[in-house]
């Protein structure tokens, strides 16, 4: 059971060089595996992969394999595949269907359009929003949350259709530091409570440092460093890879410098 | 599938449950369409001015009943530029015209041309006014609730309510640009000339940022198993009392014998 990327080499329609070249990967369900890397990294297109909507949706080529629990993606259509794999975009805007009155009706679009009965739509819609801690929003109008809460609604909204996996490209990169606190203890909750393994794509190494077990950085279109998230964020390379490390990884690296005693007390505190 | 009306599901919301309530407001969404329809054809079909000024009468009075004057009073405005165009052209360029009101240089408004312009706005206006009125009485999630009752497909009434709710976001899009190309320095505000040299740095973000998050919502779409195979579940029925359908039928009915009257000619 997991997302496995093999040899996943993938070009965009049109592109004359591949977006990814030689990528292996595998998440497991429970597991979050943090992604970072410069820009034009390949961040965005391996979230499109690993989701299966590349080539499917966009279009592209795809050499290598992309299997969710087995199944390859390019054999799976759309709708089969959310139901394995659900992917969040950076802006929650325009994530909502807009056509719902409330944040309940637009949690249950994806419910809905599988067709299932009103009784296990509800359901549905209640576990997603519980697990993602924003109940109280149910009766709430979609296009007047905060972005923070627009982005747990969208990240409800993919949940209900119970995948076991989720990729999420950057959700929190236009959110402030309230809102990315709001998500990445959501993201944190989900992974622990519901076995859901997540892919997440972040910039902000500090949420990565709080959730992810592993760092995969990306350094164009390949993996440049893949490893436990505590080594891997405070690896030397990180900054040649063109990614900033946590601040208390930066805090440690200029007490050193000052020639100061770092401790394990200290670092504790911070934590 | 079967439709389960939503209020017999235990564990729905009220808040989702809800039916509208109210004057025109309660009345089926299908069946404000099909009245809206009537009004139009009629407006448009019947001769002189008895189609267009009997339509105004029972979509205001309605309007009224229902505690929505003030909406249609400000769909009513924003026709004014069409409405103008309209009037100007035809009072002072109507093909045959020759009963002038005044002589102004070398143009000469007629008095055909201004009846003929006003009874083109009286039935502009009933148009307008006949769809303002049900899209002002109607919840947007209502009406796609009962198109899809009937059998819409799923991609169509997406269109349909994407399209209708739209055009708050565009405003609301319209207004942050504005702010954003002021803060730039772009003179918003004063004369026309100034107003109209903004419009292209207003429009282009607009458009552009508009059409650039297409793909992003296709992808959000089918992540969201849009595309999945057969009927959506509904949440919530819209109330179609037998009141409701013999209005709707009745509306048909009229509409179809207004067609078929003016075709042979018995409408004048």
Same mark, same amino acid.
Request: charged share 20%; net charge neutral; with cysteine.
């Given at each position: ?43 965005? *297109? ?53 056509? *719902? &009155? ?170 | ?34 009245? &809206? ?70 143009? &000469? ?46 991609? &169509? ?112």
């Amino acid at each position: 059971m997991a997302i496995e990327l093999s040899g996943v080499r993938y070009r965009y329609a049109g592109a004359s060089a591949p977006a990814l070249a030689a990528i292996d990967l595998r998440l497991e369900p429970g597991r979050v595996v943090g992604v970072a890397g410069a820009n034009e990294s390949g961040k965005s *297109t391996l979230c499109l992969v690993a989701a299966g909507l590349a080539p499917g949706v966009i279009g592209g080529r795809l050499d290598g394999s992309v299997r969710i629990d087995g199944l390859e993606t390019r054999a799976m259509r759309p709708h089969e595949l959310a139901q394995h794999c659900g992917l969040l975009f950076q802006n929650a805007a325009t994530q909502l269907s807009n056509t *719902t &009155a409330t944040v309940f009706e637009e949690v249950a679009f994806g419910p809905c359009n599988l067709g299932l009965p009103v009784a296990e739509v509800v359901e549905r819609v209640w576990w997603a929003l519980r697990a993602v801690g924003v109940g109280d929003l149910a009766p709430r109008d979609p296009a007047r949350l905060s972005g923070g809460q627009g982005q747990l609604v969208a990240l409800a909204s993919v949940l209900a259709l119970r995948p076991r996996y989720l990729v999420l490209d950057e959700p929190t990169s236009e959110l402030d530091p309230a809102g990315t606190r709001l998500v990445a203890e959501a993201l944190a909750r989900i992974a622990r409570e519901t076995g859901v393994g997540i892919l997440l794509v972040e910039h902000k190494t500090d949420v990565l440092a709080q959730i992810a077990d592993e760092v995969v950085v990306l350094d164009r279109g390949t993996v440049g460093l893949w490893g436990p998230a505590a080594a891997g964020l405070a690896d030397p390379r990180l900054v040649e890879l063109g990614v900033e490390p946590p601040a208390a990884v930066r805090l440690e690296r200029a007490v050193r410098a000052s020639g100061l005693e770092w401790s394990a007390a200290l670092a504790e505190a911070i934590e | 599938m079967t439709v389960v009306p939503a209020a017999a599901e235990p564990g729905l919301p009220d808040y989702v449950a809800r039916q509208p309530s109210g004057f025109y407001r309660s009345i089926n969404p299908g069946t404000k369409l099909a009245v &809206a329809a009537l009004e139009v054809v009629a407006a448009f079909v019947v001769p002189g001015w008895v189609g267009p000024l009997l339509v105004l009468a029972v979509v205001l009075a309605t309007a009224a009943a229902a505690r929505r004057l003030r909406g249609l009073g400000t769909i009513a405005l924003a026709t004014t530029p069409i409405v103008g165009s309209i009037l100007l052209i035809n009072l002072f360029l109507l093909p045959g015209a020759s009963d002038p009101i005044a002589r102004l240089g070398p143009l &000469a408004p007629t008095w055909s041309g201004l009846w003929f312009g006003l009874q083109t706005v009286a039935r502009l206006m009933a148009f307008s006014l006949a769809i303002g009125l049900v899209y002002l009485t109607t919840a947007v999630d209502d009406l796609l609730s009962d198109l899809a009752r009937r059998g819409l497909g799923r991609r &169509a009434i997406f269109v349909v309510g994407a399209a209708v709710q739209m055009v708050p976001a565009t405003i609301e899009r319209a207004g942050e640009i504005v702010e954003a190309q002021r803060s730039r320095g772009m003179d918003t505000e004063g004369r026309i000339w100034r107003r109209a040299r903004g419009v292209l740095p207003l429009a282009g973000p607009v458009v552009f940022g508009a059409l650039t998050e297409v793909e992003e919502r296709t992808m959000a779409l089918e992540a969201r198993a849009f595309s999945a195979p057969g009927r959506q579940t509904l949440l919530r029925v819209p109330a179609d009392r037998a009141a409701h359908r013999a209005i709707r039928w009745a509306a048909v009915f009229a509409l179809v014998a207004i067609v078929v009257l003016r075709a042979t000619g018995r409408l004048g």
